[in-house]
């Protein structure tokens, strides 16, 4: 695949390692030129998808590539709205739901626990560059 190519699937090289959790393969596409903006078939960025999976070390490596904490989805979510919404069963659904379209089991107990980190990290870092 091409790193900055949107596939007809929607989900791009990089989306798709971050939703997984595939660091290393992220840290090689950066290697080959992939662009930590680059937007999958729903405006969504690595980053918005890699606060989604609750991916914390994933979160940290794009935001020092160059992540954008203010790119908006087609939703107008930034990666911190994807996060920053309080815990509920809802939330557990939809993560069920996605889950089961895409065939990764999530840990509700752990993505419970790091959404708030994720969200905090990206305010920290959101404050650091306003300065």
Partial sequence: AQVNALPKDGGSPMSTAAYHGHIEILKHLFEVGARANFENGDGNTPLHVAAFAGEIEIVRLLLRKGASIT?????????????????????????????????????????????????????????KAKK
């Fill in 71 to 127: 790119k908006r989805n087609k939703n107008r979510q930034t990666a911190t709205d994807i996060v920053a919404s309080d815990w509920d069963e809802g939330t557990a659904g939809f993560y069920r739901a996605v889950g089961a379209a895409t065939g990764k089991i999530f840990d509700l107990t752990q993505i419970e626990k790091v959404r708030p980190q994720i969200a905090q990290l990206l305010r920290r870092h959101a404050a």
